[in-house]
């Protein structure tokens, strides 16, 4: 069992759509990362959380400790939304950071 | 600022040949990585450096070499590239360990 899952693997959705990205971990983390790769292949950071909620535009991070499971919403999806959203978790314990294996959404016009 | 950079975007190699990717910073990171992606699975460390003069193993390390003499730059050498070694390499830098990285536009590698 992978310590760091996410589904959907694959996600198509149309304009304007709520969309939800779920992740869950297995591990002790210190903190949890949601990456996003864009179709050229870049990656950036979109969010750092260790409790709570965060939200940045129409980009919205949630976190349960207690359940070991992380959300990431997009509300009023659009074509450039379209990418790989990544989760990934860092131990605090020396240790490097885990990623899940990625989950890809396309946003039709 | 730049923030990471890779060299060179693309690259075809033949088996059995060596090659060096470079990977640049300009944010005074401590902490560098090398990673490799391939199709279907997620980000895979290969190694990484936590200051200048310091490299450690990731979780693929074999094939692969590196070397950090000045903290901006993490050096990466495959020595005799492998056709397993087909992948999409990509470098990150972060302040401190379990901070938000920040990855350089990566390095497209095929080996025939």
């Known amino acids: 069992k992978n310590e760091v899952e996410q589904s959907p693997q694959n996600l198509t959705a149309q304009e304007g759509e709520f969309i939800t990205i779920n992740c869950s971990y297995s591990?002790?983390?210190?903190?949890l990362h949601w990456l996003q790769q864009h179709p050229g292949g870049g990656i950036v950071s979109l969010f750092m959380?260790?409790?709570g909620k965060k939200k940045h535009g129409r980009l919205i991070a949630t976190i349960n400790i207690q359940e070991k499971h992380s959300s990431l919403h997009i509300t009023a999806s659009h074509p450039r939304d379209s990418a790989v959203y990544i989760c990934?978790?860092?131990?605090?314990?020396?240790?490097?950071?885990?990623f899940g294996p990625g989950t890809r959404l396309s946003v039709l016009p | 600022n730049a923030g990471v950079t890779q060299t060179p975007k693309f690259r075809v190699l033949k088996t059995g040949q060596s090659m060096t990717l470079l990977c640049a910073q300009d944010m005074n990171h401590e902490y560098m990585y090398w990673y490799r992606q391939d199709p279907g699975m997620g980000l895979r460390l290969i190694h990484y450096s936590v200051g200048e003069g310091t490299t450690a193993k990731g979780e693929v390390p074999d094939g692969y070499n590196v070397s950090r003499l000045k903290k901006q730059n993490f050096l990466l050498g495959l020595e005799s590239a492998a056709p397993s070694q087909t992948s999409v390499y990509f470098c990150?830098?972060?302040?401190?360990?379990?901070?938000?990285?920040?990855f350089g536009p990566g390095t497209r590698l095929t080996v025939l």
């Open positions: 990150a830098s972060s302040y401190e360990r379990d901070l938000a990285q920040f």
């Open positions: 990934a978790v860092s131990r605090g314990d020396g240790q490097n950071f885990v």
């Open positions: 591990v002790g983390i210190s903190a």
């Open positions: 959380l260790s409790s």
